[in-house]
């Protein structure tokens, strides 16, 4: 008798979780029944901000369902990208994954890792460009590296803040390079972008966006861009990779959702994102703000994030900042 109640229970168990799995496979195949958040991990008003909401607006024609755009920042990006990987994996809650995802577990300071995130569409791309003031002495690639051999440390290259992209953008040059710079943290682009325009540094890593409007004004001069390609904003400027350096480092931002999110809201929302990067909202909100326009559906995405996890933490390695 106590056989037959345990072998009862367990079927009982068994029908209740098959029913749970049948409940929610519906559920997937429904998606989405209610409206959409997507968290963003930085503040209101930024580039990442502006993408987000621009991808939110241009995706109502694509989903049955309206989308938020909640800001969680904190930690570099940890605090909302943790949120985002901890969030129930139903499709409801979805995030703007940007390159910090492959950048800050090697820091130490976020619990999450790359595999966390399953990737849904890369939105955009920047690479990094090596700039110098418009009368600067370096008017080529070359003249920068030259005079950066012959005066190790002498070189005062701007970044974002220290361990932020372009900084480790900058450390890669000079890696790949055998230079040596005197990397100098600022708060943001803009204050690095700023020091350069005062000639209170020597040169600035910072993506092309961020500095396209003064180069338009002829006050500093793009010399290299680290991309795989040349910028369509700038086909003058070379490729570090065409002047010998392999190297090419990007900030990104894309859609990412948690893990074990079900492959039918995956798929859903990867049809969805195909669609809206293609809505001519989307892409004039790019093109005001001078951002590039860098779809990739999630399996190449997904490459992407795994290449840059291995580059990254190869590299805070080799400097002492990985933990």
Request: glycine letters at 8%; a neutral charge; proline letters at 6%.
């Amino acid at each position: 008798m106590k056989g037959y109640r345990f072998l009862t229970g367990t079927a009982v168990l068994a029908a209740g979780i098959l029913a749970s799995s049948l409940t929610a496979g519906a559920q997937a195949a429904d998606y989405p029944t209610k409206p959409i958040e997507l968290t963003v991990p930085y503040a209101a008003g930024g580039g990442t901000d502006l993408v987000a909401r621009a991808y939110a607006d241009a995706a109502k024609k694509h989903l049955p369902q309206s989308m938020g755009v909640v800001n969680k920042t904190g930690g570099a990006g940890a605090v909302g990208l943790t949120e985002i990987m901890a969030a129930r994996a139903d499709g409801y809650k979805i995030g703007m994954g940007t390159v910090e995802i492959t950048m800050l577990p090697h820091m130490g300071i976020a619990r999450f890792s790359v595999d966390d995130f399953t990737p849904i569409a890369r939105l955009n791309a920047e690479p990094s460009a090596i700039t110098v003031n418009a009368d600067s002495p370096f008017k080529t690639y070359e003249d920068f590296i030259a005079n950066a051999k012959a005066n190790p440390g002498k070189v005062r290259i701007g970044n974002s803040g220290t361990g932020a992209i372009w900084h480790l953008a900058a450390a890669a040059l000079q890696e790949k390079s055998g230079v040596t710079f005197n990397h100098i943290p600022y708060d943001g682009a803009n204050p690095a972008v700023t020091a350069l325009l005062g000639n209170h540094i020597e040169a600035v890593s910072v993506s092309p966006a961020e500095v396209v409007n003064h180069v338009a004004a002829g006050k500093l001069r793009i010399l290299a861009v680290m991309a795989d390609e040349r910028s369509p904003a700038f086909p003058e400027v070379p490729t570090v990779k065409e002047k010998g350096v392999d190297l090419s480092v990007y900030t990104w931002r894309g859609i990412v959702v948690p893990k074990k999110t079900p492959q039918a809201v995956v798929d859903t929302l990867r049809k969805a994102s195909k669609a809206t990067v293609e809505e001519a909202s989307f892409k004039e909100t790019l093109s005001k703000m001078n951002l590039t326009l860098a779809y990739a559906d999630a399996p190449e995405f997904g490459q992407v994030m795994q290449k840059d996890n291995a580059f990254f933490k190869d590299l805070m390695t080799k400097l002492g900042m990985a933990k």
